[in-house]
């Protein structure tokens, strides 16, 4: 592979370690809350693992050999059959700017409607501001308060796409 070469595929275990520092370094440079955050789920630990369930999925973005960034789905806790959730999406810097925000949510989104999901939910924090415009030119629509029961009471921006 040559030099600035991106392969967006889904995790491998090998990947672990390297999308938990992707995640936990953009809560400290963003100075996101870490408790009821991504930051303090067990899973954030053991990515691979956590998003082997039917209707799951989870995409890396490696550049240059290195896992820079991910996204991925899972069903929502309380709608298992109806809403799924796109969670998890963070990069590195070097990664940003690159379009690949708006390539994981079309995979995403994608994905969704082919495991037959009605709806995608996400939870967003405000000082990731990048992150929400990609979710609203995608057609996200802001709701006034959290769906489901993930856990993450620190989250302040809550959206919704009908699929």
Known sequence: MG????????IEVQDDAQIEQVIRNCFYEFEIPLEGTAYTDPETSQMFKGYQGESNIY?????DGEVCGGCGLKPLPGYENEICEIQKMYFTPKIRGKGLGRTLIQNCIKKAREFGYKKCYIESAPQLKAAIRIYED???QHLESALGNTGH???????IKEL
Not at 3 to 10: F, G, H, L
Not at 59 to 63: D, Q
Request: glycine share 8%; aromatic share 18%; with cysteine.
């Open 3 to 10: 030099k600035d070469t991106i392969v967006i595929r889904e």
């Open 59 to 63: 995409y890396v973005i490696e550049y």
């Open 138 to 140: 995608n057609g996200f």
């Open 153 to 159: 009471h620190a989250c302040g921006i809550w959206m």
